[in-house]
């Protein structure tokens, strides 16, 4: 009866035991995945905060030098010198044309009242002509001689931006001259932010009156980072900065420090209330900002509940095994009290299963070892198709800007000798007294190099970014800017060009930029294929049917194979030479007509060659829809 006590007190001092034990291993385990999830955690916030205040800097400092430069310009200085006496239209196309190439939101010159006397959006509703900013610090410091930054809410536009002003001086020699005018340029930060909103993170940009100035999420875009007095916001309201934003508290709530990784940051309402975040900051003492950025805590808790879960079942397979021996232990014993042929018989039973396990668990440990080797050689290789993947995407779209840009540097050529000889007769001129002839040089000067900047748009609006959303899109529009690209190749090569579409404007739903894509890469091709045809013809083709569009390039080149049409928007297939392609390029325009809503198609065209065929939901026009107009000859910003 004693015997039977004792060895219930210690089967159960076993279990407690047992149960301490699990708890303490899981415990460890969680421990020390926390930190190294936490360690992971911090290292990439650190990374991606850097990068993004680079950016930031980047975009706002590559424009301070636009205001002072406009400032020393001739026309501006003798329009401010009696600017009632003149036409301001001239200044302000000139200001718009500066803009557009700069890709700024809006320059606009200020007398030294304050008030503004041309801007690059005159013709808009709520034009700066004849608004007053006096009370704008970029104004005054810059009526101070000195060069102006300042950030905040448009007083007519309501947008934010980062403003540069820069002193207009119209007798610079005296010194103690005051500076008769002030250049302003604005600077959105809306694109900034865009790019933002595909990180896996939250990014704030915080002013030094703890006001979120920029945020990755809309919804904490001025805001306060904690709650402010009625007397710091009665003087925010008065300098006008955040114009009437209410700057309600954002909500935001330090939960405390984790170490040395970082704060514990949550919300107390909004759509971010659920989840804790690490955060970082890092400041901008250009700008007086500092940048924050928050990383969701989830995955560390996940890898906290992942590690103590393993470490449980570890620890179960130990305990497990140590219950198992301690059994066989105690049938051991019970086995000799048998018979010594008994005891023979189970000896010999116990070792060939003592054996058989022996041999299953060897099968068992190589194939795990083969297999934890298989999946790492895997995983590996993907990871470099993936990558090797990205190169070649990237060496496509080099090579085609590449070829773009060479044939824009050949249509350079030609208005660069002009110029040069249009200034060497101006030199004579000038030396011989003819001054409307050195005039009538100088306006062929300026008109030349206008056309330079048109050429060289050409080049930059192919490498802008797509918009966020499909909008009405011209199709006859975006068939004429492919071709403006290959005007110099067309020319050249004596290609023949016929357009089949209807008089009227056709508009389908698609994102601009990417059916440009799509249009260049197939008209590309056609040029290509058409490289030793004798007659070159080009057919381009807009045909509305019913819901849809279908958008028509066809070639009358060598064809496509028969045995090549089914593998042709297959990635990395080519029938060009060594050299000559990638095969990417129809995979990737299969891919953004796919993602558009629509389908490219190839097949042979009616006179031989190749025809390829786009289908896109038919629009019918930013009038009827409400959208903004999306065509290549809108230039405004």
Known sequence: MATSTRGRRVRRLLWVLATLGLALAMWQAAQLARDQALQGLRQDAENELRLSAESLFGHLSRHDY????????????????????????????????????????????????????????????????????????????????????????????????????APVWLDATDPDARADGVMVVKVLLDPVEAGWAEQDAELLVIDGDDIIFMASRPELRMKALRPISDAA??????????????????????????????????????????????????????????????KSLAPVTQAQWLAALLAGGLYGVVVLAGGIGWQRLRLRREREQFAERERRTLARARDELERNVQRRTRDLVETNRRLSGEIDERRLAEERLRQTRDELIQAAKLAVLGQLAAGINHELNQPLAAIRAYAENAATFLERGRTEATRGNLAQIIELT??????????????????????????PACFDYALRLFQSR???????????????????????????????????????????????????????AGETVRIRVTDNGPGIAEQHLGRIFEPFFTTKSPGSGLG?????????????????????????????????????????SGEPRTKEHDTHA
């Open 66 to 165: 636009l205001p002072e430069l406009l400032a020393s310009r001739e026309m501006v200085k003798r329009f401010l010198a009696a600017p009632d006496a003149q036409d301001a239209m001239p200044l302000n196309r000139l200001l718009d044309h500066f803009r557009a190439t700069a890709g700024v939101s809006d320059i606009y010159l200020i007398d030294r009242d304050g008030d503004t006397l041309a801007a690059s959006n005159w013709h808009r509703p709520n034009t700066f002509i004849g608004q007053n900013y006096a009370f704008r610090r970029y104004f005054q410091e810059a009526i101070a001689g000195r060069p102006g930054r300042f950030f905040g809410l448009g007083v007519q536009s309501h947008e934010r931006g980062y403003y540069f002003s």
């Open 233 to 294: 916001r009665e003087q925010l309201l008065q300098t006008r900065r955040y114009a009437d934003e209410s700057l309600d508290e954002s909500g935001i709530a330090f939960l405390g420090d984790l170490e040395n990784y970082g704060q514990r940051v949550g919300f107390r309402r909004g759509p971010l209330a659920d989840t804790d975040y690490l955060g970082l900051s890092r400041p901008m003492p250009t700008f007086g900002w500092e940048m924050q950025i928050l």
């Open 450 to 475: 206008d056309r330079m900047a048109e050429i060289s748009a050409q080049l930059r609006q192919f490498s802008r970014k797509s918009g966020d959303r499909p909008t009405s899109v011209s199709v």
């Open 490 to 544: 067309l020319r050249d090569a004596g290609v023949r060009i016929e357009r089949d579409w209807p008089d009227d404007e056709v508009w389908v739903r698609a994102d601009l930029v990417r059916l440009e894509q799509v249009l260049v890469n197939l008209i590309g091709n056609a040029l290509q294929a058409m490289n030793q045809t004798p007659d070159p013809l080009l057919r381009l083709g807009i045909e509305p």
């Open 584 to 624: 990417l390029g129809l995979s990737i325009s299969a891919r953004i007509i796919d993602d558009l809503g629509g389908q490219l198609a190839a097949d042979h065209g009616p006179g031989g060659g190749a025809r390829f065929t786009i289908t896109l939901p038919l629009s019918p026009g930013p009038d009827a």
